[in-house]
């Protein structure tokens, strides 16, 4: 027997005024997201901190900014999947970028 499964899309339109605020709060998001990382040029910081910072300000960051937009829903569920998801996100990249400075000052180590 063959199961046909069909996907719909539930289109819907929005307003001008929410597309204008969704664009401009997404831009403002990237420009705090990306100026955090100037917490890592701080030398009196130690690079625990800084990325302890850093995590922070970008969880608030998005978590604000996706509730304003309506991007997620303000209850407990929604909230505590974005948290999941971001502190998976967060970490992967952090481990990424780790192991990739960890090869380059080995490289450099070697140069020496």
């Excluded at 996907?7 to 664009?23: A, G, L, M």
């Amino acid at each position: 027997m063959l199961t046909i499964y069909s996907f719909t899309i539930n289109f819907h339109t929005i307003s001008i005024q929410n597309v204008n605020k969704n664009i401009l709060s997404s831009l403002l998001l990237a420009f705090i997201a990306g100026g955090i990382s100037a917490v890592f040029k701080v030398e009196k910081i130690s690079l625990g901190l800084a990325t302890m910072i850093d995590a922070i300000v970008i969880y608030v960051d998005y978590l604000l900014f996706y509730v304003f937009n309506n991007w997620i829903e303000l209850q407990i569920i929604p909230f505590l999947v974005f948290t999941a998801l971001y502190i998976i996100g967060y970490l992967i990249i952090w481990l990424c970028i780790y192991h990739q400075v960890k090869v380059q000052v080995k490289q450099l180590n070697h140069k020496l």
